[in-house]
């Protein structure tokens, strides 16, 4: 099955969190810290960003 959405230019922003949060060590001091990956995608142009 195929689901068609239509999408405005503009209109709609989809956003998200991918899966599990990811470690981010601290070059300095070597301290951890955990993050998470956000991802927002364009409705109408599929345009990502991470």
């Known amino acids: 099955m ?3 959405l ?7 922003l989809l956003v998200d969190f991918a899966g ?3 470690p981010v060590i601290a070059s300095g001091t070597g301290t951890v810290s955990q993050a998470q ?3 927002a995608t364009l409705g109408c142009s599929h345009y990502t960003l991470c």
Do not use: L, N, P, Y
């Open 2 to 4: 195929v689901m068609r």
């Open 6 to 12: 239509e999408h405005q230019a503009g209109d709609k």
């Open 20 to 22: 599990t949060t990811v």
């Open 37 to 39: 990956i956000f991802v």
